[in-house]
Every structure is written in structure tokens, then in C-alpha cells.
């Protein structure tokens, strides 16, 4: 099982302008079959699928570990195309049609369905998928598609970043390229300790510099690339260090680190602000901030009682609604009895 912590992976700014075309090829670096939804997913579902992880462990704690860093690059990516769409569409009286640009943007989705907000998919408009993932049980196979996966991915975030310029977007990249040449070269350790193949001399490639980007650059003068993490304060995942450990030839003989829990530069992230254009968060906002204003002057006691469900939560949230009372401290008025519908 997972923790959640309210922290992004890096210290994130929002950025100077919008850029809801470049946020539309940032979805593929989210849902596109390399992208992170893709890396997550392989990794979390080839780990409950894991035979003899007991017997196996280390190899199971590079994976199991890796599946929890990828969990922190989907919300990474998602807040950059969030905060790349922010204040793309003007607040405007709907009659002067103020989503008019919106129709030309190259993702109509991120309006319409989204209400601003980042979708699931490619940068074509193709849903992600879980035929993306491939989990074999046969451990060697597994970890050469990981390698193969984590390979395509840098290259996919070297093409994406060329094509913007937004600095939340490069910002992201740049980190997720160090990452992910952390993750390529760690499945390609495993296979080293297994097979004694070295894959990254039989497949140089793609031949990417991360030291010529400028946001790739500075996490590696703080040794990122040679840091794992296992997400866990208690010693579990710690035997990821019989993959992960000793000199490494791509970080000029210095040693690789395992280090317990998150990085130390994980920070919190920018607040996203309302489009009353797009009803974000919804037609009347003053409402809704009064309530949970109301609710946080008591102390954070959650309204709900034993028993309600998320329904009576929504239903409470307008006045008079059936839910209403379930509300400590919003007053209401008692229920008006609904006129019955007549009977043919
Ligand atoms: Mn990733
Ligand atoms: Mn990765």
C-alpha cells in the first residue's frame, strides 16, 4: 500500500504565460505509451505480480521502489499541463464567446471535458491503455522492456522539451530526464547481475547529452543521477542497494546512493486557481469556499456522519438538498416536501 504525502518531487513555479498547445504534446509524456502512466503501471503491476520476491529481493525492491517514484512523475507531469493551461481562456460573459480560441487549441478535451484540466491521453487524443503494460513473469524479460520503456521515454522527453518553451514544462523535463536515466541504468545493472550482459554497450542509444540541458544539468551537479529512493522510512525496499551500489562509469566513477524515503528538494506546489468560464470549480465558487471555510473554522471535523455517504456530501452543499442536515453548523432550512409527481 501507498502514502500520500502533499509535496510535488521538485520545487515548481508557475510559469509566465499559458501554453495549451504545447501543454497537448506534454500529454504524451503523461498517457502516451511511454509516457508515465505507462512506466507506473508497468512497474506497479509487474511487482504485485512478482514470483518469489522473498528469494528475489533485490531485484523486487528496484522494482517495487522505482513503481513509487513513477507515482510522484504522473502528478509532476499532470500539474505541468495544468499549470501550462492555466489562464489559456479568458473570463468572459459567455455571449461573447470566450472559448472561441479554445475550438482552435490542438486538445479540445482540455476544455470541454476537463474544465482546464489535464486528461489521460496521448498527445493524439488516444485514452491511455492497459495493453501498454507488459508484466511476463519471466524477471529478465521484464527488466529488458523496463530498460527498452525507460530508453523511449528519455527520447520522448528530449523531443517534447523542443517543443516548448514554457519554463513549468521544462522544468518537469529536465528533472524526468535525469530520472529516468537513473531508472534506465538501474535495469540495465539488474540485467548486468543476472545475465552479466551490459545493454547499455550493446544499445548506446538514444544518445542523449543530458548535460547540454540546462534544467537536466542542474540536478545532476547535485547527484541525482546517481540517487535511488524507496519511498519508505522503515528499511523496506533496502535491498534495492544489491543492484544499486558501487562506482558508476556514467557519473565519473562516483558511487551510486540508496537512501530511505523522498528527496529533501520535494516541495509543495502551486495552488491552481478557478475559471469561472469553464465552472471550475463550479457555477457559484463563492458557495462552495463559504462551506469549506465554515468547515475548517470547526476545527477540520468532517461533516459527514457514520453512515452518509459522498452523496449526502454533495447533496449537503446546496441548501435545502436532502443532505443538508447531515452539515454540523450550516444552517438550513427544513426540507421542503417535493410535489409528487402525478400519476398518469
Ligand atoms: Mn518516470
Ligand atoms: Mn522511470
Known sequence: MFMRSEKLLIPLQKPANPDPNGAAAIQELLGGKFGEMSTLNNYLHQSFAFKE???????????ASITAEELGHVELVSTAINLMLEGSVPEA??????????????????TIVGGGGHQ???????????????????LVTDLLHNFFLETGARMHKHRCYQMTTNQAARDVIGYLMVRGGVHQAAYALALRKITGVEVTKMLPTPNIDDAKIPEARKWQEIGSHRKLYTWNMDGEYADVKGVWSGPADWADGEELEVLPGLPDYAAEGPVMEESRTLFSPDYAPEEIYEIAAQLMAKGGISPLQPG???????QGSVPNSPGASAQEGVKTEPNPTKPKKKSK
Open 53 to 63: 520476491k522473498k528469494k528475489l529481493k533485490p531485484f523486487y525492491d528496484l522494482i
Open 120 to 138: 489521460v491521453m496521448d498527445s493524439m487524443g488516444h485514452f491511455w491503455s492497459g495493453q501498454h503494460v507488459f508484466a511476463s513473469g519471466n
Open 308 to 314: 452518509d455517504g459522498l452523496h449526502s456530501r454533495f
Open 93 to 110: 460573459d459567455p455571449v461573447s464567446g470566450p472559448l472561441q480560441e479554445a475550438a482552435n487549441l490542438r486538445n479540445t478535451h482540455h
